[in-house]
């Protein structure tokens, strides 16, 4: 980003219950997962290798995760951690992690069969989340995505009846320019809010609230602030669209060698801004 490398890591403490091995959503049919993130085709043909499974068919594994994030080797504040059920639970399986005091629980996606009913079942008790899949499975899911917002740290436990497989990461959101290629490739990293609320205590249905969306951040230019994976260069500085667009351009300026052109400012104010200031308007 920028010119620097984005670098996250993220380190798995003491294993209790057993030993993990790597798993690849899509290695059994229900999965929910690879539908929703992976890399290469659908179904078992999925290359994302995004899970972490326990060894040993039927055992409850135990581990504490950290994670943290490096711009250019510099830390740079992660928005948080996600947590997944990468292969589709069933019955009394379930995956489950508890964040510390100040962080909060959010589901932020969620995948099933079109048609079917079955659901997960949410449980947050104090800061422990816990989704449970149920007795009948769908062709597809369902599965969820909970986010551990501000949470740089994890316990976390899963429970197979056979395989059981968890997916873990950190979520950052990156906003890139489109100003032409001469410009370079500049990027931000920014923090937004979320609609809604977060996870209720006791249990909840996944497919039966509301799931958590971001807002916009409360710093930026322009009216909008998307999210994207690499910059947009264009002669115009227009292929991230106008709703990012900090200010109108002027219109086709005459200049003459040794001259100057200023180009006006706005003069924009937030509820309790002094008005002797003046800043680049939206």
């Keep these: 980003m920028a010119g620097g490398t984005l670098r ?11 030993d993990l091995i790597a798993y690849r959503p899509g290695n059994w049919g229900g999965d929910a997962l690879d539908d929703l993130y992976r890399i290469g085709e659908p179904g078992n043909l999925n290359q994302l290798i995004s ?21 250019g080797g510099a830390p740079v504040p992660l928005a948080g951690l996600v947590m997944a059920d990468a292969e589709q639970s069933g019955g009394d399986e379930y995956v489950e992690a508890t964040i510390p005091a100040g962080a909060q629980w959010r589901m932020i996606d969620r995948l099933r069969t079109d048609g079917c009913i079955s659901d997960t079942t949410v449980t947050r008790t104090g800061q422990t989340l816990r989704l449970t899949g149920p007795a009948a499975v769908c062709p597809t899911g369902p599965a969820g995505v909970a986010f551990m917002e501000d949470a740089t740290s994890a316990e976390v436990t899963l429970q197979g009846g056979g395989v059981s497989a968890i997916a873990l990461g950190v979520m950052l959101f990156n906003d890139f320019g489109d100003a032409p290629e001469t410009y370079g490739a500049a990027g931000a990293l920014y923090s937004p809010g979320f609609t809604g609320g977060p996870v209720p205590q006791g249990d ?20 909008t602030v998307d999210s994207e994976g690499a910059h947009q260069p264009s002669a115009a500085a227009d292929a991230d669209g106008s709703d990012e667009n900090a200010i109108t351009p002027p219109a086709r300026i005459a200049g003459r060698p040794g001259t100057t052109y200023t180009l006006p400012r706005r003069r924009v104010h937030r509820p309790g801004e002094r008005r002797g200031l003046d800043r680049l308007g939206r």
């Excluded at 899970?51 to 994030?69: K, M, R």
């Design 204 to 223: 909840s249905s996944l497919f039966g609230s509301t799931l958590n969306t971001p807002t916009q951040p409360a710093t930026r230019l322009g009216a």
């Design 8 to 18: 996250t890591t993220c380190t798995i403490g003491a294993v209790s219950g057993g």
């Design 51 to 71: 899970g972490l499974a326990n060894a040993v068919d039927g055992t409850t594994i135990s581990f504490p995760l950290s994670c943290s994030a490096t711009l």
